[in-house]
């Protein structure tokens, strides 16, 4: 049986991939009222606050939206169907 998260419930684990300053410390998922949230998070540290953790929530299938497309923009009278007549 694979894991499911429940609602209102979610993990982080530390991100071995970490390739720039930029890229987060911390990434896992989130589950709210049914949907899954990809949760990103950023280890900080300031003189007042100390250390804390600045998180970043998206929807899960958001990331899939915000890749570009491959294809080129069509330019006007342009047309995507086979039509042959």
């Known amino acids: 049986m694979a894991f499911?998260?429940?609602d209102g419930a979610g993990s982080l684990f530390r991100n071995n991939k970490k390739e720039k300053p930029t890229h987060p410390d911390m990434t896992g998922e989130i589950k709210i009222d049914g949907k899954v949230y990809r949760v990103s998070g950023w280890?900080?540290?300031s003189p007042k606050a100390g250390k804390w953790l600045s998180l970043s929530v998206?929807?899960?299938d958001q990331q899939a939206l915000s890749k570009p497309k491959s294809a080129a923009p069509k330019q006007d009278g342009q047309f995507d169907d086979d039509i042959p007549w």
Request: aromatic share 0%; hydrophobic share 10%; net charge positive.
């Open 4 to 6: 499911e998260l429940k």
């Open 43 to 45: 280890t900080k540290e």
């Open 58 to 60: 998206q929807p899960k």
